[in-house]
């Protein structure tokens, strides 16, 4: 705890996809002395769009939190704002375990009265949607909307994404009554500042949020003051013989 | 659609643990004419205590719904109170799939005013407590109570177990104001009746829901009046390559 | 209780009027050997489109629960969506009472996130809003909409009432969120493939919920796993010197 | 409108008991030139005591409330604890229709943070609950308490009934938060002072609601600020032929 | 308590601007022997729009407040929609103190099922909000809108400020689904009539609720049934030595 | 923005009571780079302990709120667990104002599943139970528990205090379900670590937040993540004549 403390965050991408996160992104986010290591998964889905993708990234996103603690880690990322595993790494290790949408929902609420997600595609909304229930944020959702761009194109349709967004976004301060925005995908890492310009020419002086960086200094901020999940609530998960996952604490 | 339609509902028992469900005890409840399966998982956690077993069984899930729908299923019915792969695995399949927790939750939400839910451990207290959640019945929530003893112990310690939950269940009606007592873990299947009776001893006539039976009523209602999951709420998952699952709908 | 249990449900038409239901039209959604009575009322009004309508029906209503249940009924439907009588009959009966709102908007809750209810008109919404409310679903409601069209001229305005309902529904599914559609008056019997085939035209697979079908296999299914309501909720009425009402239980 | 306007507030006691209620007691609470009258039903319960009692008052309720504006009531109090006819009354009649457990509800929350209703029996619990519900006011409601003391016994029973409600007031302030009290039945006309003496001996300064003189003093106030129900919520019933009860606007 | 009493009430106008209010507005609602004081501040914004100025209005109103008491006022009302000082005046004095903004809600609440609140300007619409939720009635909110116009141009601006108001009103129960208007602003006294007018025309009979007179009848209904805030809730500050203000109840 | 971005955080006092807040306290938290300043107000309450006290600290706390952003501050703490000014503050200035309690109880929110806040005097809890229904967090609360020892006494019953806040803490764990702690007041700063070490020998291994170091750190993380409050939510206020009060912004 305080100032001393070497802070190592692990941010873990919850798909088998490579090349997909680069760390550089997330270096003007750093305080000096803090660490950054990065995983993927070895056995998963490439990209989360629905229950289904989310499901297959659990268990591989179980095992990187256990492995991220061993080496050392001072806290864990998931890297999708689906949160997948986010209740059960929390079992599996001692160390601070964010979702960005968790982070974002609250810094959201935080900063504004209504907030709104845009994310990527329809297939999501009920997940997002369900996870405003989970975190108790319902009073401060004004809309979730989406851009209906899958996940492994937003890279190579980047005008068309900050496009989409921004339009999204002006919509949801217009229409929905929203003054906050929280980019509702991962893979948006850089487009808040574009959208916010946007916002700002039509006289919005709104947040835009863009979860991992934010995410990133709420890990931060959370090894800093000496924090973690409650183990009331997330006690650890009993060793016993699961079949088909080497999944252990010890 | 209707009295001449067969019937044949799956049930899925989302363990690896082989005996612990037979289906001579359903069959009583079985209207003439449906037809009863059933299937344990090939990988997956012995039993369900928390998150991490919980997000262990959800592959395999998706898996064995699919192959009960190719199989002629009417419907399938995950036999775990955690309703674990609920939502991914109706993104799989067209049939209904029911989760004991949501049903038994929304049947008791019509039989009174509140329920109370006894359950295994305070490990699975959390998991219970956000399902609710999900299932939008908060206001319907008496309390959560546990006996505390681990699923896999349930048989061997059968007097005990009867013991416990009845004093619970006294003690939400007396406490809590629960007028509706809802069995917390598949396991207790055939232990309504007696803690029912011990309740009608002390002038209490409330109903005791057994999730499994009363499950396996709705599920031949909903094939019997045609209806199943919203395809809007649960769009099928789009196949992709993932990696260490085979899982496909085609 | 059990598939052994003959099983007679009692659906009780809380209206003066003659003829407005038939019994075969429910024939298709019997499970062999249950049998189905039917009763209108003496006392009470023609049709019920508002609060005063609803409230003359009730008396009515209480007396017919009595007379199903001595008549050796094993389950009431009150054949209304304004569910008239629900609260009360339950006090005067042991036998399970359903009300078509209530099971229909559980049923809903449980196929999707958001359901709408669509109506006969502006003067039943109020009502609707307030069972609702008690019923504890507002979570999930994300409308509800009218046709325009008195209960009485339903069947004689068949075609356009099917259009009507059609556009309403779809209207709910792109505007307000809805991803199931409730039929909001029991007058629709027979209304819900049409307008399932109309939306799935436009590429929404979204679940029609005719109330009476559905609620008629609930009650089965409430028989057959020996539930019913909770007498710590709905106790017995006393008997009283009820004057204009001969209303006994002995 | 406003202070030169004559006011006549009409009492209706919904039950067949003659003497339960002498105007002498409100006498108190009238401004000066305010005139008040009171009917009891011809045909329904001796006294309300659960939703039976309760559905048999409401025929009769309407059937006075149209009666009372037409004899020249400037409001209509409901003198019941249940808010038997409410709504259907507000459909009616043009000039405000007031219920006691609405309106205290309504005055409680506005007085504190958190109230507690004493009312009589258990039976009447669910009742009381379920308008909390439809007032929308739960999140200030603290908790609900009974004496379990009939409705017919209050006035021979006066001492007991006093010590109880006090007891359970005191109960409801130490256990559960409550910070304004609210007398359950309007049978304890006349009990607050007593109550709220014994709460100052215990150093606890929280207002007792006495039902209602405060509807009657709200009452009063709706007429001089020339308010009422909103026709939008509660339309004009339309005439019909209703079977067994002579009722109509014309 | 009662008819006898003498009732004062002191309009407390929460800001500097002489001339705003003036008391023949409200003779029309006062009942006969009522007595009204008025005061404005002498340190304090000169008109209420956004937090700074509320901010800034609370200490002076507070001081009014126990100086109204000590004259002998019977009841307090805080002469601003954004009831300034409400839950600290209480604090400071034992006769009852009313927000129009929270009693109008409640009133609102009881006389339909949505209300909508027409206000200024934008910069209000937040304090607006967090008022509905402090006070419990989010449920019954349809919409809050705005005409944008500063609060003190509305007399000059008469006319536009009630085509505005009209225009809302009627857009409020088209398309918000409300079907009670509160003026949201205490500068629009005397507005009600128009409006109410206007939304006749187009058929919609639904009260529009001018608060100050409202809350003045409320006040006065508070007065006479001897009702005042909970101590429980708004205990007696303790003296302190505030550096700038002074402000002492002894 | 990032890491290059020098950092100031101004931590604002709301009392005249010097000596209360020294840094140093406060400088384990730092990161490296960080500065920290400090005021208390010249014109206030002593020490804030009910809504009065609060009220007074307000417009000084806006004034020392825009001097901390003249003098070059990032952000600024507002040093209570009242939150006074939080939101009038926010109009006045562009950087970051942070609540102790706003923080906290998203934080918390974030950690488990219900919390409590453990605070001073009774007295305080309508004012903190005011600032759980504003942030949106009523559904994850537990329990609000006080220790009832004066503000201004907890320095020199340092021990005493340790001891009532562990028993509360405990006792919300144990009975009331709460798996987070609050200190419910920024004079305990330095009391979590001995709480949660008492609360570990009871074998519960809970987060207890100690407001202000966590406030700290979530301010470093909103400044190096570029977020401050959104304007549409806080737009600034408009300069006016006030009387009594120095606010300017220019």
Same mark, same amino acid.
């Given at each position: 705890m305080g100032s001393e403390t070497p802070c190592s965050i692990h941010l873990l991408t919850p798909v088998v996809t490579e090349g997909l996160r680069t760390l550089d992104e997330l270096d003007i986010f750093k305080s000096p002395g803090t660490q950054l290591t990065h995983s993927i998964l070895r056995t998963g889905p490439p990209s989360i769009e629905c229950e289904v993708d989310q499901a297959l990234a659990v268990p591989g996103t179980i095992k990187q939190a256990i492995k991220a603690e061993r080496n050392g880690a001072s806290a864990v990322i @998931?890297?999708?704002?689906?949160d997948p595993g986010l209740r059960p790494a929390r079992e599996a290790v001692t160390i601070p375990v964010l979702g960005p949408a968790e982070t974002s929902m609250h810094l959201a609420a935080m900063l504004g009265q209504k907030f709104c997600i845009v994310t990527v595609l329809e297939s999501v909304r009920p997940m997002?949607?369900?996870?405003? #229930? !989970?975190?108790?944020? =319902?009073?401060? !959702?004004?809309? %979730? #909307?989406?851009?209906? %761009?899958?996940? !492994?194109?937003i890279h190579q349709r980047g005008d068309e994404v900050q496009e989409a967004l921004a339009g999204e976004a002006l919509a949801a301060?217009? =229409?929905?009554?929203?003054?906050? @925005? %929280?980019?509702?995908?991962?893979?948006? !890492?850089?487009?808040a500042d574009k959208i916010r310009k946007r916002l700002l020419v039509a006289k919005y002086d709104v947040p835009v949020i863009d979860p991992i960086p934010a995410t990133f200094c709420m890990a931060e901020a959370l090894v800093r003051s000496g924090l973690s999940h409650s183990k009331k609530a997330y006690p650890y998960f009993r060793e016993k013989a699961f079949v088909g996952y080497e999944i252990s604490r010890v």
């Open positions: @998931i890297d999708c704002m689906g997002m949607m369900n996870n405003v #229930r !989970l975190y108790g944020v =319902q009073e401060k !959702l004004a809309s %979730i #909307r989406v851009v209906d %761009i899958p996940v !492994l194109e301060v217009e =229409q929905d009554g929203a003054d906050v @925005i %929280i980019l509702g995908c991962t893979g948006f !890492l850089g487009c």
